[in-house]
T-cell receptor, first 115, second 114 residues
Framework: GAVVSQHPSRVICKSGTSVKIECRSLDFQATTMFWYRQFPKKSLMLMATSNEGSKATYEQGVEKDKFLINHASLTLSTLTVTSAHPEDSSFYIC???????????FGPGTRLLVL | GENVEQHPSTLSVQEGDSAVIKCTYSDSASNYFPWYKQELGKRPQLIIDIRSNVGEKKDQRIAVTLNKTAKHFSLHITETQPEDSAVYFCAASLPGGGADGLTFGKGTHLIIQP
């Protein structure tokens, strides 16, 4: 149990375009989902926390207008990188947890390359 | 907010030997401490976790110990094998997960030498 999927696994896009990444909890209801960014050989950097039906809470320094997060259902959250630039190239990982739970289960990640 | 420190950043051990990774946390209200293993390009996988009502938990070759008074917890891997090579992250969270979820350490790159 506790499976989280993420799509796409890899995406290459041109500078200035927008990219949407989906995170789905497959076998449980994820009341909270988290979006992380990970640079090579670095730790997980929390970008934002989203609770189903509410606006996402962004970490300091993360532009909410650039990284749009939607958590419209208990099994799906999306991250849209708007007007992507090469510096947005990174590994983006989501995680999900159920109501009142502490454990977070991670998606497989999305490797974004902006040319 | 919570701050988690993790040491060492890199650990190289001979196959068959034991490996120990240590973490400290700052918020005494934290009561949940998971450990994740992340292989290159893959997702972090939960390998073991402990809650503050116990001092030690073991699962085959992996064990975690917790010292609430000192606010530190450690991961112990015995009889290391090549497939144990990965980056390991410790984390801490408040009861019920907290609004911000887990606070992660910076990770330890474990290298198992054949």
């Amino acid at each position: 149990g506790a499976v989280v999927s993420q799509h796409p696994s890899r995406v290459i896009c041109k500078s200035g375009t927008s990219v949407k990444i989906e995170c789905r909890s497959l076998d449980f209801q994820a009341t909270t989902m988290f979006w992380y960014r990970q640079f090579p050989k670095k730790s997980l950097m929390l970008m934002a926390t989203s609770n189903e039906g509410s606006k996402a809470t962004y970490e300091q320094g993360v532009e909410k207008d650039k990284f749009l997060i939607n958590h419209a259902s208990l099994t799906l959250s999306t991250l849209t990188v708007t007007s992507a630039h090469p510096e947005d190239s990174s590994f983006y990982i989501c995680s999900a947890r159920g109501q009142g739970a502490e454990t977070q289960y991670f998606g497989p990640g999305t490797r974004l390359l902006v040319l | 907010g919570e701050n988690v420190e993790q040491h060492p950043s890199t650990l190289s051990v001979q196959e068959g030997d034991s490996a120990v990774i240590k973490c400290t946390y700052s918020d005494s209200a934290s009561n949940y401490f998971p450990w994740y293993k992340q292989e290159l390009g893959k997702r972090p996988q939960l390998i073991i976790d402990i809650r503050s009502n116990v001092g030690e938990k073991k699962d085959q070759r992996i064990a975690v110990t917790l010292n609430k008074t000192a606010k530190h917890f450690s991961l112990h891997i015995t009889e290391t094998q090549p497939e144990d090579s990965a980056v390991y992250f410790c984390a801490a969270s408040l009861p019920g997960g907290g609004a911000d979820g887990l606070t992660f350490g910076k990770g330890t790159h474990l290298i198992i030498q054949p």
